[in-house]
């Protein structure tokens, strides 16, 4: 029963993850397509939210969809206003239509706007400059009198032959009776939305606008794949890196007799630990991989390791070692400092408990105490941090992945974050809320079944 309330708890977490990361990255961009039509040769520059083509566009990529399966709006409010595709006329449309409880009304003030774009060519020049300026003031208006006045302007602008005076003629004034209406909530539901779409495709690994990147077309898994395999290789030689000297130098500190280095190391290594990884990074490249200084290194982590039917060989990583070592340090720095800082508070502890005495009443020497004993109850009490590790460097890559140019997941963040590539972000986010989910729960398996039957034993020797 444990187990099942544990994967229920991993699939709750992923699905929340990735959720809030598709909400959260859905609602900061604000006009998806135009990077994507400008990174994809659609034309030389991003096509205009007017164009028919990117209203084609955004009608084929789902932006016009309710983003979930519910959505909370009000009684004056549709909730359709919040997917259309031109920022400007959606503020419009929502501002008033809550202003005023009539977003029919809004509507078709807003419709006789898009008609003078349609027929802008057909107007004498004399007035287009003057009923572009007045559109614009209705836009941006923010109180019913100035509405009314620049709506009245822009009719008596109007060639009373256009099509645009004809849609406006209907429009009685715009007056705020109805702006009750936008404290009455609403909730609606719907079958057909963004993040079903996306979660359709991801699951059933179709051919879904959601399961190909927007940039590359190529589907997510083949985009993510390598930059994978090659941040996993570089956080799995970190982690080791920071168990293995975390644990020397927390023992050989802690074996140190000499009172006054100790605390002067530790001193130390708390000023450390407060440098930023980037400095380090930045430092490290200074020295060692710079032409007039040591050059020791390269600076770039510009090899592949990955054969072309994605098999890693030992051989490539063994010969490829060089490229490995700043990113490595860069990566490991702080957490080495601070599992050497939490274990020698382990060991403070540890080594004040009777198992320690009755070993040293055995004659066994204080080295062969603190490496065989202490050490691994010590390691008990950190396996939170040990567990955590992991998603941590895989989502902290990002810096030292820019700054030694590796084409890890940290880059192919930034890289799909900057073109607003949605599908890689939204799949990149819920990898990693997946991976920290699933070390939570080893980690309360480790605690429950290993530490627990650990402290159980010593009661019954005690």
């Not at 009750?180 to 606008?209: E, M, R, Y």
């Not at 930059?227 to 982690?239: E, G, H």
């Not at 590539?421 to 990693?432: Q, R, T």
């Not at 809320?433 to 309360?444: E, I, K, N, P, Q």
Request: net charge positive.
């Amino acid at each position: 029963m444990r187990i099942i309330s544990k994967i229920v708890l991993v699939i709750t977490s992923f699905i929340v993850v990735i959720a809030f990361s598709f909400s959260l990255i859905r609602y900061q961009s604000n006009r998806p397509l135009q990077a994507v039509t400008a990174n994809n040769n659609f034309s030389q520059h991003a096509i205009s939210v007017y164009d028919p083509s990117y209203l084609k566009l955004y009608h084929l990529y789902g932006l016009d969809l309710p983003s979930f399966y519910f959505s909370i709006s009000n009684l004056a409010l549709p909730y359709s206003y919040k997917y259309l595709p031109a920022c400007d006329e959606k503020d419009f449309l929502i501002y008033w239509s809550c202003k005023t409880g009539s977003p029919e009304t809004i509507y078709k003030v807003y419709q006789s706007l898009i008609q003078f774009h349609n027929e802008e060519w057909r107007i004498p020049p004399s007035q287009v400059l003057q009923l572009q300026r007045l559109s614009r003031e209705l836009i941006y208006a923010r109180n019913i009198d100035s509405l009314n006045n620049y709506y009245r302007q822009y009719a008596e602008n109007l060639p009373r032959e256009s099509l645009t005076f004809k849609a406006i003629a209907s429009v009685n004034t715009i007056n705020a009776s109805g702006a009750w209406k936008q404290w009455v909530p609403t909730f609606h539901l719907h079958a057909t939305n963004q993040f079903g779409l996306w979660f359709s495709d991801w699951w059933n690994n179709g051919n879904g606008i959601y399961a190909r990147s927007w940039m590359s077309k190529n589907t997510v898994d083949s985009v993510i794949k390598k930059p994978l395999i090659i941040t996993l290789i570089i956080t799995i030689i970190t982690i080791i890196v920071i168990v293995f000297y975390s644990i020397v130098i927390a023992a050989e500190l802690f074996l140190n007799k000499e009172k006054r280095i100790v605390d002067y190391t530790l001193n130390v290594l708390q000023f450390l630990y407060s440098i930023p990884a980037f400095f380090i990074g930045a430092i490290l490249v200074f020295i060692f991989a710079n032409p007039y200084q040591l050059q020791l290194f390269p600076a770039n982590f510009s090899f592949a390791p990955i054969s072309e039917n994605d098999s890693i060989t030992i051989l490539a990583l063994l010969k490829s070692w060089k490229y490995f070592i700043l990113p490595v340090v860069t990566l490991s720095f702080g957490a080495v400092v601070f599992f050497t800082l939490m274990l020698h508070r382990s060991f403070e502890e540890e080594y004040a408990k009777n198992y320690v005495l009755s070993a040293k009443m055995m004659g066994v020497n204080n080295r062969t105490i603190v490496y065989k004993y202490v050490l691994k109850n010590a390691l008990y009490s950190s396996s939170t941090f040990l567990f955590l590790l992991f998603p941590a460097l895989l989502s902290g890559a990002v810096i030292v992945e820019q700054l030694f140019s590796i084409a890890g997941i940290g880059n192919l963040l930034i890289t799909a974050a900057r073109s607003q590539d949605v599908p890689i972000l939204i799949y990149l986010f819920g990898l990693i809320g997946l991976v920290t989910a699933l070390c939570f729960v080893a980690l309360d398996y480790f605690q429950q079944k290993i530490v627990g039957r650990l402290l159980s034993k010593k009661e019954e020797k005690e």
